[in-house]
Nanobody
Framework: QVQLVESGGGLVQAGGSLRISCTVSGSVFSRKTMAWYRRAPGKQRELIAMITPGGATNYVDSVKGRFTIFRDNAKNTVNLQMDSLNPEDTAVYYC??????????WGKGTLVTVSS
């Protein structure tokens, strides 16, 4: 059974940076396109960044140029480097597969709070 464990969230001031990580159990990780999602207060969860097994990436416009997704297939981790954070980035961040047919049970997520 695949398990997802997110970590690295915290409180950061606007303009600051934070790196969050996700450890994925299970041997299929290296063959999956993975993604980071977030759920802001009062909003639905949204996919914000994705990365293919080969390292190709894509981002939603709201984070493009500020966030960087990268993965380590040997360590079964997918990470998100977040720079130039603003209060609108405050959310619980989750990782999971990018495509609906690959999505597994959600982890607890990691809370990122950006103060103004």
């Amino acid at each position: 059974q695949v398990q997802l464990v997110e970590s690295g969230g915290g409180l950061v001031q606007a303009g600051g940076s934070l790196r969050i990580s996700c450890t994925v159990s299970g041997s299929v990780f290296s063959r999956k396109t993975m993604a980071w999602y977030r759920r802001a207060p009062g909003k639905q969860r949204e996919l914000i960044a994705m990365i293919t097994p080969g390292g190709a990436t894509n981002y939603v416009d709201s984070v493009k140029g500020r966030f960087t997704i990268f993965r380590d297939n040997a360590k079964n981790t997918v990470n998100l480097q977040m720079d130039s954070l603003n209060p609108e980035d405050t959310a619980v961040y989750y990782c999971n597969a990018a495509f609906p047919y690959d999505i597994v049970s959600w982890g607890k997520g990691t809370l990122v709070t950006v103060s103004s």
